[in-house]
């Protein structure tokens, strides 16, 4: 692709873990499938992407004009990575020419001498702080509102976010672009002989119950596993929840002890990308009560596999399902557990719900957000 304008876009990518474990999630997965298809569109300008050491530059599959620099240090760890953002950033934009900095996660360099760009998922950390560290916490908040004050445009995820961030943080509509998330091509419905297969190698039945996120607050668990505990004795299906330990999660944990469900409630730890749509495939409905999502990448993925999803009415979440996924309170406990009883005695409604569920997973489009994303960088380095 030719492009009419030249610029050397410099991309803040440390948040790209290759690591089995929740740092693969979430922004992880953002950032790799930006990359990717950014890729896809513009083999012409130049484009250099700082990582963290030890990420696999190969395995990213970049054309010759993205440069990938691992740092020496392990940047992935915050501690690390704020210093790395605000006083070594500024250096290495200069050293390296950049012409447009992209801070993939709320953050730009106080000293950046190029115009910045930045994308804040979600303003969890102001609307959400309990749920946080403090340190985390007190940079995060501060990161957001100084890139909402100084950035030359700001992207997010979902319609929902940008609302909240101009109503919370007083940015002018314009200066939002809206960049959805997507499902990659490997999510799609697997055959029911792989399915077998995968239910036989993992020791699964064949049917439960299945929740995919990081192990955090804000991902309302505690409520989900009080809901099940109302129908597990009368249905035998299991509740499977997979995901690694992200930060205040012991309280999950102890809950689950607590309610003594034995084997019908199952902690299976992170699952790798390479299975997660076999997961999501061979689960009999996929339940997901965020209280609070930038995004909501799990239900999405879920449908494009072809399993029913029950979805919190909260944040982001109803215009990521539409009217493909069953909508409950994530605070009321006894819809929960209606909609999941509902799910799993009705056949006729889980094959309607699978067929929206595809509908509505091909909405959206990671080359899409990669169009989007290029054209705002193009504007930007035009100025």
Excluded at 278 to 290: D, N
């Amino acid at each position: 692709m030719n492009t009419a304008h030249r610029m050397h876009v410099a991309v803040n990518a440390h948040l790209l873990a290759h690591t089995n474990n929740f740092r693969r999630a979430g922004v992880s997965h953002y950032i790799e499938a930006l990359l990717e298809h950014l890729g896809h569109i513009d083999t012409v300008n130049p484009y250099t992407i700082y990582t963290t050491r030890g990420v696999d530059a190969t395995a990213l599959g970049l054309p010759a004009n993205f440069r990938v620099r691992p740092s020496r240090f392990d940047t992935i760890n915050p501690r690390v990575r704020i210093p790395w953002e605000q006083l070594l950033a500024p250096i290495l934009l200069a050293r390296d020419h950049a012409t447009l900095y992209h801070g993939v996660l709320n953050v730009m360099p106080v000293l950046a001498t190029v115009p910045s760009v930045v994308t804040i998922h979600d303003i969890s950390p102001i609307l959400f702080p309990q749920t946080f560290r403090r340190i985390n916490r007190m940079y995060t908040k501060w990161a957001i509102r100084r890139s909402a004050k100084h950035a030359a445009q700001l992207f997010t995820v979902s319609e929902h976010a940008k609302k909240e961030i101009v109503e919370h943080l007083g940015v002018a509509p314009e200066r939002v672009t809206v960049t959805y998330d997507a499902c990659d091509a490997r999510f799609v419905p697997a055959s029911a002989a792989e399915l077998a297969a995968f239910r036989q190698r993992n020791g699964l039945p064949e049917r439960y119950l299945f929740y995919l996120g990081t192990l955090e607050p804000r991902k309302n668990i505690p409520r989900l596993i009080d809901a099940y505990a109302q129908i597990a004795k009368e249905t035998g299906v299991p509740l499977l929840i997979g995901g690694g330990k992200g930060w205040l999660y012991e309280p999950i944990l102890a809950q689950a002890e607590r309610l003594q469900l034995g084997d019908q409630l199952r902690f299976v730890g992170y699952v790798p990308q390479d299975e997660q749509h076999l997961w999501y495939g061979a689960a009999t409905a996929f339940v997901f009560p965020s209280l609070y999502e930038g995004f909501g990448m799990p239900p999405l993925e879920a449908m494009a596999c072809g399993t029913p999803v029950i979805a919190s009415n909260a944040s982001c979440l109803p215009e990521i399902v539409g009217s493909a996924a069953l909508q409950v309170d994530p605070y009321d406990v006894d819809a929960l557990a209606d909609a999941m009883r509902r799910v799993l005695d009705d056949g006729e409604l889980r094959a309607q719900m699978r067929r929206d569920g595809l509908v509505q997973a091909a909405k959206f489009s990671w080359l899409e957000t990669a169009k989007r994303t290029h054209a705002v960088y193009q504007a930007v380095s035009r100025r």
